[in-house]
């Protein structure tokens, strides 16, 4: 079956980075991009961006851009969130999404993982 | 920027009875209209795609209508694993958006 899993929870300490993998299963990864999402703490659901598995063009919402960096690697079937620069409101769970069947829309969900960034 | 607004923010319904959850999009969207349910500590479920396409393995229970800038979500008759955030999202443009979410809550 189609399956998406994500790396374990990460607790890191402002400043440092992050990377988030995304183990896609089940399907032919490249003919589907991958796409990113977060839940800040009490929040809704909010959308990051995507990436093109065929390219590997990633794309990101205005909010998103600078620190955050979507990558692939294709041999693994595995696309990445890195996040640099980690600030306490990057804190969420973020979840990697399949784009089926329709360009934005996101089925199946990865588990989500949960960043924590604390001093 | 299309903005997506839903109504109520929280619906209180007894197990068994119907709930309708509405969606508002600040712009037409055709029948470009998603919606996920969402449970804590789970990976959010897609529901309903293109307005009233009930994705693989979703229930009867749960359908979907509307066009362009008012939808609706129907739960015709709520069992307990339905208790859960439902969100709606328009995937017509760049960046598609969510609305804030519904939670429906036990009475």
């Known amino acids: 079956q189609v399956q998406l899993v994500q790396s374990g929870p990460e607790l890191k300490k402002p400043g440092a980075s992050v990377k988030v993998s995304c183990k896609a299963s089940g399907y032919t990864f490249t003919s589907h991009a991958i796409n990113w999402l977060r839940q800040a703490p009490g929040q809704g659901l909010e959308w990051m961006g995507w990436?093109?598995?065929?390219?590997?063009?990633?794309t990101y919402v205005q909010d998103f851009t600078g620190r955050f960096v979507f990558s692939l690697d294709t041999s693994v079937t595995t696309a990445y969130l890195h996040i640099n620069n980690l600030k306490a409101e990057d804190s969420a769970v973020y979840y990697c999404?399949?784009?089926?069947?329709?360009?934005?829309?996101?089925?199946?969900w990865g588990q989500g993982t949960l960043v924590t960034v604390s001093s | 920027e299309i903005i997506m607004t839903q109504s109520p923010a929280t619906l209180s319904v007894s197990p068994g009875e119907g709930a309708t959850l509405s969606c508002r999009a600040s712009h037409r969207v055709g029948k470009y209209l998603a919606w996920y349910q969402h449970k804590p500590g789970q990976a959010p479920r897609l529901l309903i795609y293109d307005a009233s396409t009930r994705a693989a393995g979703v229930p009867a229970r749960f359908s979907g209508s509307g066009s362009e800038t008012e939808f609706s979500l129907t739960i015709s008759s709520l069992q307990s694993e339905d208790f859960a955030v439902y969100y709606c999202q328009q995937f017509l443009t760049w960046p598609p958006k969510l609305g804030q979410g519904t939670r429906v809550e036990i009475k």
């Open positions: 999404a399949r784009d089926f069947p329709r360009h934005y829309v996101s089925d199946p």
């Open positions: 990436i093109n598995t065929n390219t590997g063009e990633p």
